[in-house]
């Protein structure tokens, strides 16, 4: 079964960004490298890990994402 998970970065501007993958390491990788210049957390570069939970089933972990 696969994992997904929802993360939550801190930014360099203190504000909070929160994203949903399937890859938690590549898509880490991605934000702190500036990869994607339309990401909210482009220019607010370096990012912290705040948290992240570990879910088995994507219908769950979207309904928490969207509270």
Known sequence: MKR???YILKCADSSYY???TGNLEQRLRIHESGENIGCYTYSRRP??????ITFMMLER???LKSR
């Open 18 to 20: 929160t994203g949903v």
């Open 47 to 52: 990012l912290t890990l705040v948290t992240m």
């Open 61 to 63: 972990l979207l309904h």
């Open 4 to 6: 997904y998970y929802v």
